[in-house]
């Protein structure tokens, strides 16, 4: 049973395409990132140290990520080989958000090292203009767009590791019929050691921070492990992180994801903005 999508899809004008800016660029520090094709690059978590939680999933304060995050669980999962989810294209705020970006993505890796492979959406608001498109990145490898989408768009994306070093990309614009399958490979050590369903912003000249995008919402996501085992975001074999993403400048929330539901062997949660930086 899929889990029903909570949201309303908003029907807005076609996106504009992204105005190619210089930026600096780099893998762990946001402020040193290289430039790709004139966006900014998703990358690993960045961590503010971890927290209590009362919703009983432990919680970490994050540089860039805000989520849900399955990691290995003594005895049971040692690593991870599949992650999807369902999730729309949201609409960013421009005139609040001038210079500010956001994306919202599924992925393996990163949490605890130094690589991520990883797909979705971005949404960029570029001297006040909106840009959307779909991509995949195999980090710390360059990102590669896709094609253009439309805010309000429902979105499928997965990434699948069949276990002797390849990857496959896959991701479907449900509305506009789009998609891509692409099959690559690690671009440096990937351990395959977490799988996650994440909304990434932050501050890195010239982009003042997360782009106002209101809310998302993440349908019917799944994990599976090596050893087979499908199921939710939270599973008696393997642990849950929540993860908040805290203001580069003052610390104080900039997204957050609320609480995590479950229905049969799929997750979701919404997800929301709060602040730039």
């Not at 840009?131 to 896709?146: K, S």
């Amino acid at each position: 049973m899929r889990v029903i999508r909570r949201w309303l899809i908003a029907i807005v004008a076609a996106a504009a395409v992204l105005a190619m800016v210089g930026m600096n660029g780099g893998s762990v520090n946001a402020s040193t990132r290289p430039v790709t094709k004139g966006t900014l690059r998703p990358a690993i978590h960045l961590s503010h140290g971890p927290k209590a939680n009362p919703q009983g999933i432990p919680v970490d304060y994050s540089g860039n990520w805000s989520g849900y995050i399955a990691l290995p669980k003594t005895g049971a999962t040692k690593t991870f080989k599949y992650v999807q989810a369902s999730y729309s294209v949201p609409s960013v705020n421009c005139s609040v958000t001038n210079y500010a970006f956001s994306y919202h993505w599924v992925g393996l890796d990163g949490w605890t090292d130094g690589t991520v492979e990883q797909d979705g959406v971005g949404s960029f608001c570029v001297s006040g203009t909106p840009d959307y498109f779909a991509w995949y990145e195999m980090f710390p490898a360059g990102v590669t767009e896709e094609f253009s989408v439309n805010p309000g768009d429902a979105i499928t994306s997965s990434v699948t590791y069949d276990g002797s070093g390849n990857y496959t990309m896959q991701l479907t614009d449900q509305t506009s019929g789009q998609s891509f399958d692409v099959g690559t490979t690690c671009a440096s050590t990937c351990d395959n050691s977490t799988a996650e369903v994440i909304t990434e912003g932050y501050t890195s000249s010239p982009y003042n921070g997360t782009a106002d995008f209101g809310e998302e919402h993440y349908d019917s996501a799944e994990v599976q492990n090596a050893g087979g085992k499908l199921g939710g975001l939270t599973n008696t074999k393997w642990s849950t992180i929540e993860s908040i993403a805290l203001g580069g400048t003052t610390g104080d929330i900039d997204t957050a994801p609320g609480p995590l539901f479950k229905a049969t062997d799929e997750s979701a949660f919404a997800l929301t903005w709060y602040r730039e930086n």
